[in-house]
């Protein structure tokens, strides 16, 4: 009998990550996590990390990184991930400026993905973050979820 892998949730920052040479050990790292690490688990992302690839003005780029998360499975933005995106928003955990953030977080909250994995510092990859996200979660009954970065997992 197989084993059901553990989910993570990839941001879209994984896969630009993969392909931008400016930050090299980054990259490096990423390249690595996708190679090594993602093996044991099942990659997924959602409609809005697809729409923010889409959105990628380089072609090339965005051909590349459309190419990568091909076969990923994908899940959907819906009315239940924004309700529990507009109380991470409301709770400060987001500012409304970075709501796509809140919203990506929600998404893997409410499809019971374990991991979520970002390339964001700024407001992902954080103690804080990681402990306000959870707190709302669990007075909304949701479980809890790790917000690391990709040599993490």
């Known amino acids: 009998m197989e084993m059901t892998k553990e989910k993570v949730y990839l941001d879209t920052t994984v896969p630009s990550v993969y392909y931008d040479t400016r930050t090299p050990e980054r990259q490096r790292l990423t390249v690595q996590f996708w190679h090594d690490s993602l093996s044991e688990f099942q ?15 380089n072609s090339e780029r ?8 091909k076969g990923l499975e994908e899940l959907t933005f819906d009315e239940e991930a924004n309700v529990l995106a507009q109380e991470y928003m409301r709770n ?10 809140a919203n990506h977080v929600a998404i893997a909250v409410t499809n019971n993905i374990g991991y979520f994995c970002s390339w964001n510092f700024r407001h992902m990859v954080k ?10 979660n669990e007075l909304r009954g949701y479980g809890t979820i790790e917000i690391i970065a990709p040599p993490e997992l």
């Open 62 to 69: 965005r051909a590349q990184m459309e190419n990568l998360v």
């Open 43 to 57: 990659g997924v992302v959602s409609s809005i990390v697809l729409q923010e690839i889409r959105d990628t003005p």
């Open 92 to 101: 400060g955990v987001f500012p409304e400026k970075y709501a796509s953030d």
């Open 127 to 136: 103690v804080k973050t990681r402990r306000e996200v959870n707190r709302i």
